[in-house]
């Protein structure tokens, strides 16, 4: 009897029910009771020696009793929020993290399960927060030749990755939280808190094993390696996406980005865009995600120069109206006054053009032409005139002789 107690069922809610209180202090229960008949008062074992048992069960039991276990702790976790609070304060999310640290990969699938049922409630994410050896394995399965580990793995990360602290609302499945969840830094609530230790989490995990900090994740989307599962590799690189949108300063942007430069992603990302067959389209929009961000990032530090403002953009045409091209093409013509003042103001001597110098010299030819016809029958009335008065004068002379 000391470790019996008395639950509550009724349509929607469970609860224990304490047995030392009286009965005056438990009236609304009572009378819960005794209106509903679909109320259930149900006597079992305590809580906490169902937490303890539970626990002891994951660390003792092995193969066929331990993927039982975890299958009815699975469904315990989703009937019962009073049994996932005392679980998490009694250490055991140490003890399943434990149990899938030493299994072999089928009882890691049964882990992650039980994981993400825990996932779904804020208490779960809370507790997971406070301890990042829970990422770290999540993180080492990536390198798993199990495929639904590895992708049980990613899709717990992308879950935590977009966990809202006020969020508090309980999703069926972890596959329905992925869908759900909002991704983008103008999000009301902020993801950065959760993204900052998935970048934590997952540098630890590569640096523990020799690796440089995204090497697991990169070494899956490069296909030269063992992994072409289109769903592994959405996965993978929106997990990247995400912690990139939701990382809260440049620091931090530059420095993932530079990790994952410096194992070569550009390549990576320009094999995958130049497939010819089988490419994967979901990826390839993911992938443009990608270089969306850092072109938005670069664009914040060196803007481009056909981004001017307004204000800069009259000023220039401002500028252009004042300049000596565009005075050249506004020039009006010229007047007497304005002949006569630009004959007074020195200015720079300028070369006449071969066109005007033909011109200047046919004119000549033709004025000399001219002024040589004119003066030949000037030339013939002269000699006229001289021979006249030649001509009189011998007659005036012979006139005088016969006289």
Known sequence: LEDSGLQLSTPGNCHYIDCDATIAELRDEYELVCDSRKSILILRTQLSARVHYATETLLNAQSKELRKALFALKRVFQEDQEFVQEFLSSAGLTALVEVGCQSEQSIQQYVLR????????????????????VLQWLHSLVTSDYRLVVKGSLELLLVFANFKEKSSTQSSSSS???????????SPVSTSRTSRIVIQAV????????????ESIVTLLNEKARCTDAELLVLCMT?????????????????????????????????????????NLKLL????????????????????????????KKRGSESKKDSPSSKKKEQKPLTNGDVKKSEKSPGKETKPKQSEIGELSSLTKTLLNSQVKTDEPE????????????HSSSSNRIRQRSD
């Open 379 to 390: 030339k013939t009335k002269r000699g006229c005139e001289k021979r006249g008065t030649q």
């Open 285 to 312: 929009d993911q992938f443009a995600v990608y270089e969306k961000a850092l072109e938005e990032e670069y664009d914040v530090e060196e803007p481009d120069e056909d981004k001017v403002p307004e204000k800069d």
């Open 114 to 133: 039980a994981l993400g049922e825990l996932m779904l409630y804020v208490d779960g994410m809370t507790a997971i927060i406070e301890d990042i050896t």
């Open 203 to 214: 540098e630890n995990d590569d640096k523990s094993r020799g690796l440089r900090p995204w």
């Open 176 to 186: 329905a939280a992925i869908n759900s969840l909002e991704v983008g830094r103008n």
């Open 239 to 279: 997990l990247v996406n995400k912690v990139l949108d939701a990382v809260p300063d440049q620091e931090s942007f530059y420095n993932v980005v530079d990790q994952l430069e410096t194992l070569d992603m550009e390549n990576v990302i320009r094999r995958h865009q130049t497939k010819r067959t089988g490419r």
